[in-house]
């Protein structure tokens, strides 16, 4: 065999890549890791503000977006939580658990990066990094990956190049652009884990850049209950990132302000502080800000002792159900992760491999499987590149 002859090539050394050589090079398959970027990992290197949410332990297929809500459950079952966190283990890293199930580095996510390229490095994984894709052909069983004016060859092939989410970290269509050639169905793309933006009509609420609370986010059956953060171009936070992967253009998104309370509690305050208004009452429960702006939009006025109960029964529907029009998103730019992708309708769940392309598989951000923000797209990652890993 060649030095330009390989078992398999994976182009694309983030979190899916890494795990699909390492994983065939441990096999014994003779790998090649591609990477158009100097460095591996640049996704892994700056997630959960430098320490990598790296997994979490309440990972199920029902926490991730498809047009096939049931592709991911195959992979996700055979590569789990605590197989990752085995390894993160053997290596030495230390680890803790955050709120829902979040697990992070004590210290950076480098040590996330160095562990993976030390488990490729087990499995004699060949490296091409800082040298992008010129030519890329099948023919003849042979998929040809043309880098720096040379020509590699291999039987398998793994497309692990994520999707455009954060594009100044490199990211680009290649996988999409890849599979349209081969005639691989695409999903329609969309930025996902993403802030809102909001129009001139609910500009008041950009006032209210840094103020954050905990609420629930609804659209559609979806509902999410973590904090939201207002900003100067409109609403962020977990609660809103979540929200924003089922988000649809032109619909509102609902906030429940104060999910603990019951649902007569205004009236509750009315018999108990009569003389009270409603913007000091919200300040009790709400950051001040907010409960002036809020109070504000609600427009009761007086003291809550002079207030029909009808009007108050509709302030407390109106701060359970508040409506918000999104006018769009902040885009790829300050997206987690894309949603749409390769059709999982092209792809084998038990290898992530194509039908109608012998040997070439898909893993990662790239395919139309998108997981709740927490940590769920990294194992995503590690499960579909150890599913095709296992199989090259």
Request: net charge positive; aromatic share 8%; hydrophobic share 45%.
């Amino acid at each position: 065999m060649s030095d330009r002859t390989f078992d398999a090539i994976v182009i694309g050394a983030g979190a899916a890549g890494l795990m699909a050589a390492l994983t065939a090079g441990q096999r014994g398959r003779r790998v090649l890791l591609v990477n158009h970027a100097d460095e591996p990992g640049k996704k892994i290197l700056i997630s959960g503000g430098g320490r990598c949410n790296f997994t979490n332990i309440h990972t199920a297929a029902d926490r991730y977006i498809s047009e096939n809500p049931h592709f991911a459950r195959s992979a996700l079952a055979r590569y789990t939580p605590s197989d990752f966190l085995e390894m993160v283990n053997r290596h030495g890293i230390a680890w803790h658990e955050k709120t829902l199930g979040q697990l992070f580095c004590d210290q950076s996510a480098r040590q996330i990066v160095d562990m993976l390229m030390a488990e490729c490095r087990t499995g004699g994984v060949k490296f091409a990094f800082g040298q992008p894709v010129s030519a890329l052909d099948h023919a003849d069983g042979q998929f040809r990956v043309g880098i720096d004016g040379r020509d590699y060859s291999a039987p398998a092939l793994v497309l692990a190049t994520g999707g455009l989410s954060i594009p100044k970290m490199g990211a680009t269509g290649f996988a999409m652009d890849v599979a349209r050639r081969f005639g691989l169905p695409v999903v329609q793309t969309r930025p996902a884990l993403v802030p809102f933006t909001l129009g001139e009509d609910e500009a008041l609420f950009r006032s209210l850049s840094g103020v954050s609370a905990d609420v629930v986010t609804r659209w559609g059956k979806a509902a999410f209950r973590e904090a939201a953060l207002f900003t100067h171009k409109g609403l962020s936070g977990p609660a809103m990132l979540q929200i924003s992967s089922y988000w649809q253009h032109r619909t509102p998104i609902a906030v429940d302000f104060l999910p603990d309370e019951r649902p007569d509690w205004l009236i509750e305050e009315k018999r108990a502080r009569p003389k009270a208004g409603l913007r000091s009452i919200l300040a009790r429960r709400l950051p001040e800000r907010l409960a002036e702006t809020l109070a504000g939009r609600i427009g009761i006025d007086g003291e809550l002792g002079v207030c029909r109960d009808a009007a108050l029964r509709s302030a407390q529907e109106q701060l359970a159900r508040w409506q918000f029009h999104p006018n769009g998103t902040e885009g790829y730019a300050k997206a987690e992760v894309m949603a749409g992708g390769i059709s999982t309708k092209a792809l084998s769940q038990k290898t992530m491999a194509a039908a109608k392309v012998p040997g070439l598989h898909v893993v990662g951000e790239a395919v139309d499987v998108t997981g709740w923000l927490g940590g769920y797209n990294f194992q995503w990652a590690w499960a579909s590149g150890r599913a095709a890993g296992e199989t090259v």
